[in-house]
Structure formats: structure tokens, C-alpha cells
């Protein structure tokens, strides 16, 4: 059984991102979550609907032992799975001014964020590298290239990640694994329903928020054996708004 995992799939890019890999994809499809079981579930239905086999899966990116202990269970009850893909997905935001910032919100965000991507790959990627096979995809943010104010702690974070990228993908590139990171900016999701979407279209030169669906697109893409030559590429998804 050949398994694509990726965290927080339970809602906004990342349900997006199962459902389209259900569709063009022949993965049986880990969707992992923390808290919203109910989202979770939703999402492994619309999965099935759409002809793929999943599960789901909890736990905290974060929390270096809990994936360790869930990944090495999952494992064993099910030894001839192979994850072939990751999907780094999981994460917050906790946005303030710098100077206002508690230890709290930084290391949370950076946390999920950065060691979430550190707990999860590094658990699976010695399989890849015996496998000779594997497609990483991290999801990052315009924040993480150009930086935005009221997200240092964010940008922080995934601009760490957009780094680790670079550097992973040189690691494993002979061994046939790809690693890639996509940049979203304005996408509509429950993370941006609190943003004024009428102020910050005028940064946009598509002049409009872009959808889940079409970041999952990519994402599929990226997952998929046609981008066999793309690897330590970070490919904005924006509408023109940073590049």
C-alpha cells in the first residue's frame, strides 16, 4: 500500500490538498489532524467520494515523541505501507507586533511550523532514502520570503523552512526524492476570514484572493512522478503579488 501523508489535512489547503490527491493520485491518503476530529472525518469522506482510499490520523506535528509514538504504531499495524509522499501542512498563525510578542506565541507557531516539518520528514525519510523514491512538499508562505509585518514569528518559521528546502533537497536528490515548497499569499480560507479582504486585494495584481483548489493543484503536481526534475524549488502561488 502506497501512502501519501499530509498534516493538517483536516481543513482549509490541507482538506483541499487530500481531496485533489484522491482524485489524481493512487495513494491511500493519511490525513492527519490534532484537534477537529469532526473536519478530519469530513474530509476522509470526501476522499472516498472521490474514489481514493484514507484514514486519519492524530496527532501534534509539534510534539517530537507523540509523532514518533503514532507514526512508529501506524507502522506497525500496517508493515507493508510505504509513504512515498509528505505534505508539510500543518500550521498557525499568532500574529502581533514584535514588540508586543509573548514567548508563547513565538514558540508555538515556530513550532508547529518548522519542527513539525523536522519530526515528520525525519521519521519517514530513511525509508525514502532505501526506497530510492519520495516527494516532499512543504508549505510555506509569501510571508516567509518577503517577510510581513505583524508575522515575524511566522515568517520566521517558514522562512526556516524555505532554507531546510534548499538544503534537503541537495541531501536526497540522488536517491530520487524531491523536495519542493509552495509559497501561497492571499488564500481564501478560515485562516484569512478575519482579514480585510477588500483592503488587501488592492495588493494583488490578479485583484482577487486566490482558492484552496488551486493551491492543491500544485501541490498535486509536485507530488505526482511528472515533477520527477523539479526538486529544491520554492514556487509562488499569489497572483502576482510577490515574485
Not at 483536516?10 to 476530529?37: D, M, P, T, V
Not at 520528514?121 to 525514502?128: A, G, L, P, R, V
Request: hydrophobic share 40%.
Amino acid at each position: 500500500m502506497k501512502c501519501v501523508l499530509v498534516t493538517g489535512g483536516s481543513r482549509g489547503i490541507g482538506s483541499e490538498i487530500c481531496k485533489k490527491l484522491a482524485l489524481e493520485s493512487n495513494y491511500h491518503i493519511l490525513i492527519n489532524y490534532q484537534s477537529n476530529k469532526v473536519a478530519a472525518e469530513k474530509t476522509l469522506e470526501e476522499v472516498v467520494k472521490n474514489g481514493a482510499t484514507g484514514e486519519i490520523i492524530q496527532f501534534d506535528v509539534a510534539n517530537y515523541e507523540e509523532v514518533k509514538s503514532v507514526l512508529t504504531t501506524w507502522q506497525e499495524s500496517n508493515p507493508d505501507a510505504i509513504v512515498e509522499a509528505i505534505v508539510n501542512n500543518a500550521g498557525i498563525t499568532k500574529d502581533g507586533l514584535f514588540m508586543w510578542m509573548s514567548n508563547e506565541d513565538w514558540t508555538s507557531v515556530v513550532n508547529t511550523s518548522l519542527n513539525g516539518f523536522f519530526n515528520v520528514t525525519n521519521f519517514f525519510i530513511q525509508k525514502m532514502l532505501r526506497n530510492k523514491y519520495g516527494r516532499i512538499v512543504n508549505m510555506v508562505s509569501v510571508s516567509g520570503l518577503k517577510g510581513t509585518a505583524g508575522q515575524t514569528n511566522y515568517s520566521a518559521a517558514k522562512g526556516a523552512i524555505v532554507a531546510a528546502t534548499k538544503a534537503l533537497a541537495q541531501e536526497v536528490a540522488k536517491r530520487n526524492i524531491t523536495v519542493n515548497a509552495v509559497a501561497p499569499g492571499f488564500i481564501k480560507t478560515d485562516m484569512t476570514s478575519q482579514l480585510d479582504e477588500k483592503e488587501l486585494i488592492k495588493l494583488v495584481p490578479m485583484n482577487r484572493f486566490g482558492e484552496a483548489e488551486e493551491v492543491a493543484d500544485l501541490v498535486s503536481f509536485l507530488v505526482s512522478k511528472k515533477a520527477s526534475y523539479i526538486t529544491g524549488e520554492i514556487i509562488n502561488i499569489n497572483g502576482g503579488i510577490y515574485s
